[in-house]
């Protein structure tokens, strides 16, 4: 079966308490569900981690390499500064497609620059949670034109 990685970084797992006039109203645990019900009608399983820890992302993005078919990531703050990340992402073949629910662009321009963007498949900003889905949309359509 062909299978995707939901990948959050930190704060992630605050979604739905956090700052909803950004990140809006809906939990992580709602994301996954919408998700999984979105892949299963493409047979496609969903897998789903959350950490709030550079290195854990890190070791989920290797172990990743042979066992899922796309990752949708949203790296979070880590987005804007880590190196690390951006290697780990360059290091395997599964594509990568990075989300942000909020518009990075129209926010503090700290935000503004993806040290991963120029190692991923795409990106997609600003369109809240619904980003992850057409992530997961954009997935399901590739297996379907192999
Ligand atoms: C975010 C944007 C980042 O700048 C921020 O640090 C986050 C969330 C987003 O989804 O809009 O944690 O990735």
Redesign the pocket.
Known sequence: MNSILLLNG???NRLGKREPGI?GSETLENVEAKLQNILKAYNVNIDSFQSNHEGELIDKIHQADDNYMGIIF????Y??TSIALRDAISSIDVPVVE????N?HARESF?HHSLLAAVCEGQIVGLGTKGYELAAEYFASKIQER
């Not at 949203?74 to 703050?77: E, F, K, L, R």
């Not at 989300?99 to 909020?102: D, E, K, N, R």
């Open positions: 930190p704060n992630l990140y949203n790296p979070g703050a987005t804007h989300v942000h629910i909020s990075v935000r």
